[in-house]
């Protein structure tokens, strides 16, 4: 038996290079060797009030990029969080059995209050149950994400070990945060500080679907500093950021040949963030290529929602009529 896979993004804009080395790129490499489920997790972007038209773009935009990234629709299951009812259903279950206190102290919701002081709504604060709902309804045990998400994962583990442990049973297992690489990564922005987001704005992240235009004039607006000051110091955080970018995009002689030239404080930042610009390029032109593409293809698009929704409405179906065995809601 295969080992279940779950993961999925929030529809609230194009995916950036941090959802793609963050998450996408392990669903793609996973999903030969996983029964995986990849979904567009819709219910949760509604912590921000979509409009109805925005909403639908989002999801259609990352159903696009999913496929374009080139994760395969007949190998795993790709769907709409909401179409499938039952994660709604576990949703409530596990609210019964998360409390006040360790929801408040997710960094996540901490961080929204700061940032929203205006819409501090249940949602929000009972997000890391819905993530859990989304996870255990495929009983999953591994879940690809990237590092930002990894207290959420802790969450997850805590609710459905106390569901076992309420109920005496062993019917979820542990989910794991995973990255291929070992270790869960956060990719940098191009503000200079902090990871790639789209709550930085737009200039802070490069987009699969940005055009080479958008790319180079993205690239040439990073922040940068005045240079080194003297031979073989440690990179400056918005420096080092830049050589992170360029480790994921360039190949290793490039990355090499910028990290001499800067330790002996000879680099020049217009050529080094031209490299970098032409190697992102390189990187992301066949998958905006591919975007552009399937965008046009209404009919695909829906067979591929529509047959999603359907497995994963069967895995989902299997493990809530379980859930109410276990909780005692047995049929007359
Ligand atoms: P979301 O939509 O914010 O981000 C989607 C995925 O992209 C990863 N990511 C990054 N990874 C590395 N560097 C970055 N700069 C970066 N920015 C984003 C995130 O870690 C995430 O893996 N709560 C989730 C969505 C979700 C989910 C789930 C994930 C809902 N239910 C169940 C897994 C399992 C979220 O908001 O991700």
Redesign the pocket.
Known sequence: MKETV?????P?GKL????Y????ANFVKMQHDYNCYF?I?DL?SLTTHPTPSDLHGYVKHILVEYLACGINPEETTIYV?SDVPEVAELYLYLNMNAYLGELERSA?FKDKIRSHPDNVNAGLLT?PT??AA??LIHRATK???????EQ??EMTRTFSNRFNRLYNNDFFPEAQAYNFSQN??????LDGSG????SSGDGNCIYLSDSPEVIRKKISRAVTDGGPAEENQAKPEAIQNLFDLMKIVSTPDTLTHFDELYSKMSIRYGDFKKQLAEDMIVFNTPIREKIEDLSKDTVYLRQVAKHGALKARESAHKTIKAVREIIGFKSF
């Not at 779950?6 to 929030?10: D, E, L, T």
């Not at 990871?195 to 789209?198: G, L, P």
């Open positions: 779950v993961s999925g993004i929030r609230t950036h290079l941090g959802n080395f963050g998450a996408v979904f997790a949760h969080q996540s997000y819905l993530m989304d996870i879940v690809p994400v990237g590092k930002d998400q959420h994962l869960l990564v956060k990719i940098p922005g990871k790639m987001s789209k």
